[in-house]
């Protein structure tokens, strides 16, 4: 596997965001995205000014537009905290207050939400993470988990249909599966795992199915595209327009672009070591923009291809 690091010239949007996530580039310019630790699902203006939309509790912590227009988010129930002297905060523990995790769909324009799953066959879910919504509407999504102090849930992947009908878990167990997407074309899902630092991939056979769903381990489904060497940790991701799976990369502190057949790797590296998702927007959507979230920040920069329209997001 080929490395390489590249230093991109970026723009700061807007600061002052408590561990932002989940970003998702509107129509119009703006950036809808959470901020894990105020709880929130915000809207980020061109101009670096900042809306809270919905105040959601718990631990939002992706979003994606749905085939209602509605912002779905994954909920992972909420941490503990851990704030350094200079302001910088990364999340911790299980808090006291906890209850469970839960998928919730939010009305970008009144703020409005409710809560569509907050279980699967009896088990609740734990720690939901990120989520990507496929051409039939239905959606993919990671539950991580919750740490505590001396031990940590099991992860797991789900499918669910957007009108709250069907809920099914697909692959167990993972290990802190966090960033997933879909390939352009819809045939093969991409899941990263947080501390292994590997991208897996799964054939679909269709909405919600696994071509190769016989064996109840991970390694019986899919294939491991590509792991990282080092201290190195993946987070969110997104999927662009030839098929690369463009991976935030924690610690190093940048978005991984990785070629689909795992022979090539390109570090951006962005100077915050939580650098948690990447979305593409603006014109041909060859502009990337990232969450910096120890340093509570959004920025943008130009990526090499232009990214993957996503499925339920009109643009002009």
Not at 158 to 183: H, M, T, V, W
Not at 196 to 215: D, H, M, Q, V, Y
Not at 281 to 295: F, V
């Amino acid at each position: 596997m080929q490395t390489n690091t590249v230093e991109p010239k970026f723009k700061e949007i807007t600061s002052g965001l408590k561990f932002p996530e989940g970003p998702v580039a509107m129509p119009d310019g703006s950036v809808i995205l959470v901020e894990i630790a105020r709880q929130t699902l915000t809207r980020v203006t061109p101009d670096g000014k900042n809306h809270v939309i919905a105040n959601l509790g718990g631990g939002p912590n992706g979003a994606a537009m749905g085939p209602d227009g509605k912002i779905y988010v994954t909920n992972n129930g909420g941490f503990n905290w851990i704030e350094r002297p200079d302001g910088r905060m990364f999340p911790g523990t299980q808090p006291a207050d906890y209850k469970s995790g839960s998928i919730q769909v939010v009305d970008p324009e009144t703020g409005k939400f409710e809560t569509l799953y907050d279980s699967c066959d009896g088990r609740r879910l734990n720690g939901p993470n990120d989520l990507v919504f496929d051409g039939s509407g239905g959606f993919w999504f990671t539950d991580l988990g919750k740490t505590r102090e001396h031990d940590s849930d099991r992860g797991a992947v789900y499918y669910a249909r957007a009108d709250g009908s069907k809920i099914e878990q697909k692959i167990f167990p993972l290990e802190r599966p966090n960033g997933c997407g879909l390939s352009p074309d819809d045939k093969m899902l991409y899941v990263v795992e947080t501390p292994t630092a590997r991208c897996w991939s799964f054939k679909l056979s269709g909405p919600g199915e696994i071509e190769s769903a016989n064996g109840p381990y991970r390694g019986e489904k899919g294939r491991v595209v590509v792991g990282l060497g080092g201290y190195q940790m993946f987070d969110s991701l997104a999927v662009d327009g030839e098929g690369h799976i463009c991976v935030a990369t924690l610690i190093t502190g940048a978005v991984s672009d990785i070629w689909p057949d795992g022979s090539r790797v390109d570090q951006f590296k962005l100077p915050d070591p939580m650098v948690t998702n990447v979305c593409f927007g603006g014109k041909d959507l060859r502009t990337a923009y990232a969450t910096l979230s120890m340093t509570g920040k959004l920025v943008s920069f130009e990526w090499p291809r232009a990214g993957h329209a996503l499925k339920h997001l009109n643009r002009p």
